[in-house]
């Protein structure tokens, strides 16, 4: 099958059938969010589980990312490497993959990129403060304990404080990925469009380049530096209800960096409710975009949609030309 059957479509599908039907040396970068095997959250996930109230808060069933169990990061590896040697594949001489990871398991999924044939050109420090504090105390399991009252009181009192080993995440690393060049990275570039990065994208108040970004508010040096655009409060879509939804000025970042070819192709196999397809259709590129999850695929057309709907309206030429002020004039007050 042609490539011509996915371009510019989100395909509702098993990322591993359906990459094998991907043209080989033919994606110019690829760049996605997959599942990291916490809590279930793997390949065979659950949605309507997954999202349920119940077990996020329910202590029988632990939120994801709170379970502790060794065999993830083995079953995350093995999976992730058969994913990596397809992105490989379809990948052109010079390609870039960026992959979004939790911090526990990022070693897991580097190596797995690595040992599919790429080379781990660095790692992207995503940086935020909002967010939850994942520990839990062991008050519950105190009060079950069969000993008497007094002694729970001291066990109580003595370890007030001190909970499971988690402590509060504030950022998530993406490794940034390359498949091997053909001879030189000038040569790759001229012959395959792709291979190096445009340092004329700046971030921050017009800083160059950096592997660190942040689009909250920290303080004056960092946000000086690293900051990127907010999301808009209409981005996500008060219709969205996907648990992980990356900030739109996020995934345009990367593909400015790495995208040269006017004609350049944006793979994400695990799409999600579609940030990645949004962001190379708002920078002109074409995109190919894959998930297992029917109602994530629906998400993600319906905002393809109303992306198309502002261009048409001229809305997006002046939230454009909005960002492009942010970019050149933001000052830290």
């Given at each position: 099958m042609k490539n011509k059957?996915?371009?510019?479509?989100?395909i509702c599908a098993d990322t591993m059938k359906l990459l094998?039907?991907?043209?080989s040396n033919s994606i110019?970068?690829?760049l996605t969010d997959p599942p990291y095997f916490l809590?279930?959250?793997d390949n065979n996930w659950d949605h309507e589980k997954v999202a349920s109230q119940n077990n996020q808060y329910a202590i029988k069933s632990l939120p994801a990312g709170m379970k502790f169990d060794r065999e993830?990061?083995?079953r995350f590896y093995s999976w992730y490497f058969e994913v990596s040697k397809e992105i490989f594949r379809v990948l052109k001489p010079g390609g870039f993959f960026f992959s979004f990871s939790s911090p526990r398991l990022y070693h897991r999924m580097a190596s797995a990129i690595d040992d599919a044939g790429f080379e781990i050109r660095d790692a992207f420090m995503w940086l935020y403060t909002q967010n939850?504090?994942?520990a839990m105390g062991v008050d519950h399991f105190i009060k079950k304990m069969n000993i008497d009252r007094k002694t729970k009181e001291k066990i109580r009192e003595?370890?007030?404080g001190w909970k499971t080993p988690q402590i509060k995440s504030c950022f998530e690393p993406i490794a940034m990925a390359q498949k091997p060049a053909d001879q030189t990275y000038l040569n790759n570039m001229l012959k395959h469009e792709v291979g190096l990065l445009n340092t004329n994208i700046k971030i921050g108040n017009n800083m160059y380049p950096a592997?660190?970004?942040t689009v909250d508010s920290i303080n004056e040096l960092i946000d000086k530096t690293f900051l990127l655009p907010k999301p808009t409060k209409k981005e996500k879509g008060e219709y969205n209800n996907h648990k992980t939804v990356k900030p739109l000025a996020i995934c345009e970042y990367l593909i400015k960096l790495s995208a040269f070819s006017k004609n350049a192709v944006i793979l994400d196999p695990f799409v999600g409710s579609g940030t990645t397809a949004l962001a190379a259709k708002r920078l002109g590129k074409n995109y190919i975009g894959v998930d297992s999850n029917e109602k994530y695929v629906k998400i993600a057309e319906r905002r393809l949609k109303e992306i198309d709907e502002e261009i048409k309206s001229g809305l997006f030429a002046a939230k454009e030309k909005k960002e492009k002020k942010f970019q050149l004039e933001f000052q830290v007050v």
């Open positions: 059957d996915f371009i510019n479509k989100i094998p039907e991907i043209e110019d970068v690829a809590d279930k959250l993830q990061g083995k939850q504090a994942k003595k370890l007030n592997n660190v970004f």
